[in-house]
């Protein structure tokens, strides 16, 4: 398993383990409200650990620009 690969299958067990904590606390949950905000905030950060990993999954491939020159 390459270096691309092994990104791919953690931002698939990023996604999985999204889905999983959006399954267990749905809004009819009985401690939904008492754990929103944490639950959105984890989901967030999963979401966002996501891109990470696409943005280094692209420039791993060699087809990413560096944060450097996406900003200018």
């Not at 990023?14 to 009819?28: K, M, N, S, V």
């Not at 754990?35 to 891109?51: K, L, P, R, S, T």
Request: charge should be negative; aromatic fraction near 8%.
């Amino acid at each position: 398993m390459n270096d691309t690969q092994k990104l791919l299958a953690i931002q698939q067990e990023l996604e999985q383990i999204g889905e999983r904590l959006g399954a267990i606390f749905t809004i009819d949950h009985p401690q939904f409200n008492d754990v929103f905000e944490d639950i959105g905030a984890a989901g967030y950060y999963i979401q966002e650990a996501g891109y990470r990993l696409n943005a280094a999954i692209k420039t791993v491939k060699g087809d990413g620009e560096s944060e450097h020159e996406s900003t200018n």
